[in-house]
Nanobody, 123 residues
Framework: QVQLVESGGGSVQAGGSLRLSCTAS????????MGWFRQAPGKEREFVAT????????YAADSVKGRFTISRGNAKNTVYLQIDSLKPEDTAVYYC????????????????WGQGTQVTVSS
Protein backbone atom coordinates (compact mmCIF):
# COMPACT_ATOMS: atom_id res chain seq x y z
CA GLN A 1 0.00 0.00 0.00
CA VAL A 2 1.33 3.42 -0.98
CA GLN A 3 -0.23 6.74 -0.12
CA LEU A 4 0.80 9.75 -2.19
CA VAL A 5 0.49 13.44 -1.39
CA GLU A 6 1.31 16.13 -3.95
CA SER A 7 2.30 19.68 -3.17
CA GLY A 8 3.87 22.70 -4.83
CA GLY A 9 1.14 23.78 -7.20
CA GLY A 10 0.04 27.36 -7.55
CA SER A 11 -0.73 30.25 -9.85
CA VAL A 12 2.10 31.62 -11.96
CA GLN A 13 2.57 33.76 -15.02
CA ALA A 14 3.64 32.31 -18.33
CA GLY A 15 7.36 31.73 -18.43
CA GLY A 16 7.55 31.00 -14.73
CA SER A 17 8.57 27.84 -12.92
CA LEU A 18 7.20 25.53 -10.28
CA ARG A 19 8.53 22.46 -8.51
CA LEU A 20 5.94 19.88 -7.66
CA SER A 21 6.60 17.29 -4.98
CA CYS A 22 4.95 13.99 -4.27
CA THR A 23 5.69 12.35 -0.96
CA ALA A 24 4.87 8.72 -0.38
CA SER A 25 4.16 6.79 2.76
CA UNK A 26 5.24 3.21 3.07
CA UNK A 27 8.56 1.40 3.01
CA UNK A 28 8.30 0.18 -0.57
CA UNK A 29 8.41 3.54 -2.37
CA UNK A 30 11.88 2.89 -3.75
CA UNK A 31 10.67 -0.23 -5.54
CA UNK A 32 8.09 1.62 -7.62
CA UNK A 33 8.47 3.40 -10.90
CA MET A 34 6.58 6.67 -10.59
CA GLY A 35 4.72 8.89 -12.98
CA TRP A 36 3.22 12.33 -13.27
CA PHE A 37 -0.02 12.96 -15.12
CA ARG A 38 -2.16 16.03 -15.58
CA GLN A 39 -5.80 16.69 -16.30
CA ALA A 40 -7.24 19.92 -17.62
CA PRO A 41 -10.96 20.69 -17.30
CA GLY A 42 -12.99 18.72 -19.81
CA LYS A 43 -9.98 16.70 -20.96
CA GLU A 44 -8.69 13.22 -20.31
CA ARG A 45 -5.86 12.55 -17.92
CA GLU A 46 -2.60 13.00 -19.83
CA PHE A 47 0.78 11.36 -19.31
CA VAL A 48 3.53 13.85 -18.42
CA ALA A 49 6.63 11.97 -17.28
CA THR A 50 7.86 8.78 -15.68
CA UNK A 51 10.92 7.68 -13.73
CA UNK A 52 12.13 4.20 -12.87
CA UNK A 53 12.73 2.92 -9.36
CA UNK A 54 16.33 4.11 -9.10
CA UNK A 55 15.93 7.41 -10.93
CA UNK A 56 18.34 6.28 -13.61
CA UNK A 57 15.79 6.27 -16.39
CA UNK A 58 13.25 8.96 -17.18
CA TYR A 59 10.90 9.76 -20.01
CA ALA A 60 8.74 12.79 -20.70
CA ALA A 61 5.89 13.41 -23.11
CA ASP A 62 6.80 15.31 -26.26
CA SER A 63 4.56 18.18 -25.20
CA VAL A 64 6.69 18.87 -22.13
CA LYS A 65 10.09 17.54 -23.12
CA GLY A 66 12.81 20.09 -22.47
CA ARG A 67 10.63 22.04 -20.02
CA PHE A 68 9.63 19.44 -17.43
CA THR A 69 12.09 17.33 -15.46
CA ILE A 70 11.18 14.38 -13.27
CA SER A 71 13.45 13.24 -10.47
CA ARG A 72 13.24 11.36 -7.22
CA GLY A 73 14.84 11.13 -3.83
CA ASN A 74 14.25 7.67 -2.43
CA ALA A 75 15.73 8.59 0.93
CA LYS A 76 12.94 11.16 1.24
CA ASN A 77 10.25 8.99 -0.36
CA THR A 78 9.64 11.83 -2.77
CA VAL A 79 9.31 12.29 -6.52
CA TYR A 80 9.61 15.74 -8.05
CA LEU A 81 8.46 17.48 -11.20
CA GLN A 82 10.39 20.62 -12.08
CA ILE A 83 8.30 22.69 -14.48
CA ASP A 84 10.00 25.52 -16.36
CA SER A 85 8.89 27.91 -19.10
CA LEU A 86 5.27 27.41 -18.12
CA LYS A 87 2.59 28.02 -20.72
CA PRO A 88 -1.14 28.69 -20.24
CA GLU A 89 -1.85 25.29 -21.80
CA ASP A 90 0.01 23.67 -18.88
CA THR A 91 -2.89 24.66 -16.63
CA ALA A 92 -4.24 21.47 -15.08
CA VAL A 93 -4.43 19.38 -11.95
CA TYR A 94 -1.17 17.45 -11.67
CA TYR A 95 -1.18 13.95 -10.19
CA CYS A 96 1.60 11.63 -9.19
CA UNK A 97 1.09 7.90 -9.33
CA UNK A 98 2.88 4.65 -8.55
CA UNK A 99 3.34 2.26 -11.47
CA UNK A 100 1.82 -1.19 -11.12
CA UNK A 101 2.35 -2.72 -14.56
CA UNK A 102 1.67 -2.22 -18.24
CA UNK A 103 2.36 0.79 -20.41
CA UNK A 104 4.06 3.73 -18.74
CA UNK A 105 1.87 6.13 -20.72
CA UNK A 106 -1.49 4.75 -19.59
CA UNK A 107 -3.19 5.90 -16.39
CA UNK A 108 -4.57 2.36 -16.10
CA UNK A 109 -1.03 1.11 -15.42
CA UNK A 110 -0.78 3.02 -12.14
CA UNK A 111 -2.33 1.55 -9.03
CA UNK A 112 -1.90 4.37 -6.53
CA TRP A 113 -2.70 8.04 -7.01
CA GLY A 114 -2.38 11.23 -5.07
CA GLN A 115 -5.16 13.77 -4.73
CA GLY A 116 -3.58 16.19 -7.19
CA THR A 117 -2.24 19.72 -7.04
CA GLN A 118 -3.54 22.58 -9.16
CA VAL A 119 -1.25 24.48 -11.51
CA THR A 120 -2.67 27.61 -13.12
CA VAL A 121 -0.69 29.58 -15.68
CA SER A 122 -1.82 33.03 -16.76
CA SER A 123 -0.72 34.76 -19.93
Amino acid sequence: QVQLVESGGGSVQAGGSLRLSCTASGRTFSTYAMGWFRQAPGKEREFVATINWSGGSTYAADSVKGRFTISRGNAKNTVYLQIDSLKPEDTAVYYCAAFSGGSYYSPNSYGYWGQGTQVTVSS
